[in-house]
């Protein structure tokens, strides 16, 4: 049973009316005072850009359509399991995640007029990025690896150019050995030999991810690597530093973790500003490893944004003082999936008017009951507790509204709409 909080999509529809909510659902009869309520999301067009926040249940995945057609997949989480402390899969467990983001994304390709991913971006290579691979996850075509999350999306939809952060030797800081990870390395080093340009990310590079169409037309839209596998853009330039010590000085019990080593990237089109880190962390295990908070310094270059994603689905270990300080997203979008997805603390941390002033609201693609009622103090201020979260910025990056779309079915319908909202203000 999904639980609605008592601010669902309540009071930010500007321009359109206010929309009342009960506890637990609609009060439908005012549904049609929003427009575009209960239709379908327009279809991208030319000079829009659009980010997506998919809603499976299983992980992250966040789908973004640039101002010229050009098309980037971060994550394509698959978290295998049922227990009651996971988000119920959607729209349903009759295909596998992989596959309802493989869907998912071939729809928002339709508009574009095309049929390929130009970039497929993984943060880091836990599996609810990358996709879970257990013994029952079919074999590819040929065996070479088995169908998940990123791999179940390439089957579906050729992908141009893969990127990571460890290919091709995936050595740093040592060999995973989990079979999620080796899954997907398997994957990559195929897909390497098989036509796909397979890079590991660049941090500080704004040149690696580029608009593939029409670059000229759209000048003022970049992508800026921030940060991946501990080296983090020096803020001028393509320059980066190393905030990580030396292997050689750490004994294995301090080497930095893999969500430390997440890729983080800042998308830019005109005055509009977006985040998004994997499962970057804060925490310096009590002081002794100073140099794991990594999201900090990150978001000290990165911001301030318009909006933000959650590191790390607002665990415990992330999110902290520093990230929310330097951010000041005015639109806070958590990718969750499990009963701890967020903390307490980190809502309390997100809505608090110490760390900035102004105006800001959080939305979550997949909040669990057990969460939802662990943190209602605050949970029931979030504008939307499930659904795919979707960004749309006008052309130019002026300004930029939030829709929430029904991830219970397939190609649903826009539930909530919020904005618009100038880009900007918080800079």
Request: aromatic content about 8%; overall charge neutral.
């Amino acid at each position: 049973m999904r639980r609605w909080g008592r601010r669902e999509f309540l009071g930010r529809a500007v321009g359109w009316g206010a929309v009342a909510l009960s506890a637990r659902g609609w009060c439908g009869a005012t549904l049609a005072k929003v427009a575009g309520v209960g239709e379908r999301p327009a279809p991208w067009r030319r000079g829009l850009l659009d980010i997506h926040h998919i809603a499976t249940g299983r992980g992250n995945s966040l789908l973004v359509v640039g101002p010229d057609g050009t098309t980037v997949l971060v994550d394509a989480g698959a978290k295998a399991g049922t227990g009651k402390d996971l988000a119920a899969q959607t729209p349903d467990a009759s295909l596998r995640p992989g596959q309802w983001i493989g869907r998912y994304v071939q729809r928002q390709l339709r508009a574009t007029g095309r049929v390929e991913l130009d970039y497929m971006w993984m943060t880091h290579l836990h599996d609810d990025h990358v996709g879970t691979c257990t013994a029952e996850s079919p074999l590819a075509e040929g065996g070479a690896y088995r169908l998940t999350g990123a791999s179940d999306v390439a089957e579906m939809v050729r992908v141009r150019t893969l990127l990571d952060r460890g290919y091709p030797e995936y050595s740093y800081p040592s060999a995973p050995t989990d079979p999620s990870a080796l899954n997907y390395m398997a994957f990559a080093r195929w897909s390497a030999a098989h036509g796909v340009r397979v890079q590991r990310v660049r941090a500080g590079s704004a040149r690696q991810v580029v608009l593939q169409y029409e670059p000229e037309a759209f000048g003022q839209f970049a992508v800026r690597n921030l940060a991946v596998n501990g080296e983090v853009w020096a803020g001028e330039g393509e320059e980066a530093r190393a905030l990580f010590p030396p292997l050689r000085e750490l004994t294995r019990e301090q080497y930095p973790t893999e969500n430390a080593c997440s890729a983080a990237l800042r998308l830019e089109y005109g005055r509009f500003r977006y985040y998004n880190g994997g499962d970057l962390t804060c925490d310096t295990r009590y002081g002794t490893t100073p140099w794991m908070d990594v999201e900090t310094p990150v978001a000290r270059v990165a911001g301030p944004v318009d909006v933000a994603a959650l590191n790390h689905h607002g665990y415990y270990d992330a999110d902290g003082e520093g990230y929310v300080r330097a951010m000041r997203a005015r639109v806070w979008v958590l990718q969750s999936w499990h009963a701890s997805h967020p903390a307490l603390a980190t809502l309390d941390r997100l809505y608090s008017p110490i760390l900035y002033k102004g105006e800001r609201d959080v939305l979550a693609t997949n909040l669990v009951e057990a969460a939802a009622l662990a943190d209602a103090r605050l949970a029931d201020r979030m504008l939307s507790q499930q659904g795919h979260v979707v960004v749309r910025v006008a052309e130019g990056g002026a300004s930029y509204e939030v829709l929430v779309v029904d991830d219970s079915v397939e190609d649903g319908r826009i539930k909530g709409r919020f904005g618009p909202f100038v880009s900007g203000v918080n800079t």
